[in-house]
């Protein structure tokens, strides 16, 4: 994704609403010239088409170090179809007629939600544990339940990575004790997992030496000796712990003990996960816990929109960007969307299901020690 298309959350009307189109501004058009780029299209297109409506949607990821932000970008390609694009048939973009699709950085999950709540997302990508807490108004949402969230896909599996560096000597994430931790930022996904781990190995924030930071900042303090230990939780290979291992030896700690099987009561949806050997340089193959990324968006964005969305998701054209795009891409799979939903589909997604020959249960969601093993 061009980075041109990056954008963190601002007021509620940055930008029209998907439901009621809208022509850009030509300050939007500037902003958004790198990613029309992408698309095939030059800025001026836009301008060329008085009579076509333009639509934004916009799809909340996380920070640029993790995989969210990677696989959002494909997302946002693979469905934006603006005026001005080549026709699908003829090599161009099979995405939503007159949709501009925009992948934002934000800082995870948790974040994620809330913004979708607030209505200033249209939909978001968020893991299957997080879902759930929030339409049942569990921790962190315990204010209150986010009743409207409805999902599109399933799409792949996210791994917990336990990252040290090789000459540290920590074995196991009992060792953490008294140790500076970066736990994730205040708004992430991974917060939540961090806090469910160190609970499992008997220890919590104050036990350690507790910092919220990006995967970047993370591996930047990592490298300086100024820090003992992160987690990001993502589909590998993770951008951030990557270039981390090309900078510096690292560790992966492991969660094949006993108290790695208490782990997996406190995070239901989580299931067994192999991070294989040389996903990152040097670094063996180390066992898991891994969950459902999934591509989740507001219920009361007009069904005939999410259908098409869904659509686009599908096509063989979009088949081809997520194969070549990312690792992961190649785990976003038609017939692995339904998988252990957290959320009921959307009512326009639930449609084009049905059109296809699947449908499911989706109304509630998997039950601890229930959650569907997703791609790794």
């Given at each position: 994704?061009?980075?041109a298309m990056?954008f963190?959350?601002?007021?509620?009307?940055?930008?029209p609403?998907p439901?009621?189109?809208?022509?850009?501004?030509?300050r939007r058009l500037?902003?958004l010239?790198?990613?029309?780029?992408?698309?095939g299209?030059?800025?001026?297109?836009?301008?060329?088409q008085p009579?076509?409506?333009?639509?934004?949607?916009q799809i909340g990821t996380?920070?640029?170090?993790?995989?969210?932000?990677?696989?959002?970008?494909l997302?946002?390609?693979?469905v934006?179809?603006p005026p001005?694009?080549?026709?699908?048939?003829r090599?161009?973009s099979?995405g939503?007629?007159g949709?501009?699709?925009?992948a934002?950085?934000t800082s995870?999950?948790?974040e994620n939600v809330n913004?979708l709540?607030?209505?200033?997302?249209e939909?978001?990508?968020?893991?299957a544990?997080i879902?759930?807490?929030?339409?049942?108004?569990?921790?962190?949402?315990e204010?209150?339940?986010?009743?409207?969230?409805r999902?599109?896909?399933?799409?792949?599996?996210?791994t917990?990575?336990?990252?040290?560096?090789?000459?540290s000597?920590?074995?196991?994430?009992?060792?953490?004790?008294?140790?500076r931790?970066a736990l994730g930022?205040?708004?992430?996904?991974?917060l939540?997992?961090?806090?469910?781990?160190?609970?499992?190995?008997?220890l919590?924030?104050?036990a350690?030496?507790?910092?919220?930071?990006?995967?970047?900042a993370?591996g930047?303090r990592?490298v300086?000796?100024?820090l003992?230990?992160?987690v990001i939780?993502?589909?590998?290979?993770?951008p951030?712990?990557a270039e981390?291992?090309?900078?510096?030896?690292?560790n992966?700690l492991?969660?094949?003990?006993a108290?790695g099987e208490?782990?997996?009561?406190?995070?239901p949806?989580?299931?067994?996960?192999?991070?294989?050997?040389?996903?990152?340089?040097?670094?063996?193959?180390?066992?898991?816990l891994?969950?459902g990324?999934?591509?989740?968006v507001r219920?009361?964005?007009?069904?005939?929109?999410?259908?098409?969305?869904t659509?686009?998701?599908w096509?063989?054209?979009t088949?081809?960007?997520l194969?070549?795009g990312h690792?992961?891409g190649k785990?976003?799979?038609l017939?692995t969307a339904?998988?252990?939903?957290?959320?009921?589909l959307?009512p326009g997604?639930?449609?084009?299901?049905?059109e296809?020959g699947?449908?499911?249960e989706?109304a509630?969601?998997?039950?601890?020690?229930e959650?569907?093993?997703?791609?790794?």
């Amino acid at each position: 994704m061009h980075r041109a298309m990056q954008f963190r959350a601002g007021p509620a009307d940055t930008f029209p609403d998907p439901m009621h189109a809208a022509a850009p501004s030509r300050r939007r058009l500037l902003a958004l010239g790198g990613g029309l780029l992408g698309l095939g299209l030059v800025p001026g297109a836009l301008a060329q088409q008085p009579g076509d409506q333009v639509r934004f949607f916009q799809i909340g990821t996380a920070t640029t170090g993790g995989t969210y932000f990677l696989i959002g970008g494909l997302l946002a390609n693979a469905v934006s179809n603006p005026p001005g694009t080549r026709p699908c048939d003829r090599g161009g973009s099979c995405g939503v007629p007159g949709l501009i699709v925009v992948a934002q950085s934000t800082s995870g999950a948790v974040e994620n939600v809330n913004l979708l709540r607030q209505r200033r997302l249209e939909s978001a990508l968020v893991q299957a544990d997080i879902a759930h807490a929030a339409i049942e108004g569990k921790a962190p949402f315990e204010k209150g339940a986010y009743a409207d969230l409805r999902a599109i896909a399933n799409l792949y599996t996210e791994t917990i990575h336990l990252v040290v560096r090789a000459d540290s000597g920590l074995k196991r994430p009992s060792d953490l004790k008294g140790k500076r931790v970066a736990l994730g930022e205040q708004g992430s996904g991974t917060l939540v997992t961090s806090r469910a781990i160190l609970a499992s190995y008997g220890l919590s924030e104050k036990a350690i030496a507790p910092l919220y930071l990006s995967p970047a900042a993370a591996g930047d303090r990592l490298v300086a000796g100024e820090l003992d230990a992160f987690v990001i939780v993502g589909g590998y290979p993770l951008p951030a712990v990557a270039e981390l291992a090309r900078r510096v030896p690292i560790n992966l700690l492991p969660f094949d003990d006993a108290k790695g099987e208490k782990l997996k009561k406190r995070l239901p949806f989580f299931t067994e996960s192999l991070i294989d050997a040389g996903t990152y340089e040097n670094v063996p193959a180390t066992s898991s816990l891994g969950v459902g990324a999934q591509w989740l968006v507001r219920g009361d964005i007009k069904p005939q929109l999410v259908h098409d969305i869904t659509a686009a998701l599908w096509n063989d054209q979009t088949r081809l960007l997520l194969d070549a795009g990312h690792p992961r891409g190649k785990s976003i799979q038609l017939r692995t969307a339904l998988d252990g939903l957290a959320v009921p589909l959307h009512p326009g997604a639930e449609q084009y299901y049905r059109e296809v020959g699947l449908t499911a249960e989706t109304a509630a969601a998997p039950q601890p020690g229930e959650a569907t093993k997703g791609p790794h």
